[in-house]
């Protein structure tokens, strides 16, 4: 299992961590608080503004708007 957001008071969140990493030993998760009303997350973004969460478009800085085509060699595809 990856990839789970969650919005919870921040009082709350070591106590639900704590809750989730119980459930069982091999099933451990790891948390990202979020920095000045801010997390990334997968290509959203996600804002806190006026206690309401707002969500964008997220994309890095080295992000160019071009996509492999599925059809291209496998040598591209590996990278190398």
Same mark, same amino acid.
């Given at each position: 299992?990856?990839?789970?957001?969650?919005?919870?008071?921040?009082?709350s969140i070591n106590n639900i961590l704590k809750?989730?990493? /119980?459930?069982?030993? #091999?099933?451990?998760?790891?948390?990202?608080?979020?920095?000045?009303? #801010?997390? /990334?997350?997968?290509?959203?973004?996600?804002?806190?503004?006026?206690? /309401?969460?707002?969500?964008?478009?997220? #994309?890095?800085?080295?992000?160019?708007?071009?996509?492999?085509?599925?059809? /291209?060699?496998?040598?591209?595809? #590996?990278?190398?």
């Amino acid at each position: 299992m990856n990839d789970i957001i969650l919005a919870a008071p921040l009082e709350s969140i070591n106590n639900i961590l704590k809750i989730f990493n /119980s459930l069982h030993i #091999r099933l451990q998760f790891t948390m990202e608080i979020g920095i000045d009303d #801010r997390l /990334s997350f997968l290509d959203t973004i996600f804002l806190i503004e006026e206690q /309401s969460l707002v969500f964008n478009e997220y #994309r890095k800085i080295t992000f160019f708007g071009k996509f492999l085509n599925f059809n /291209s060699p496998l040598y591209y595809k #590996r990278g190398g």
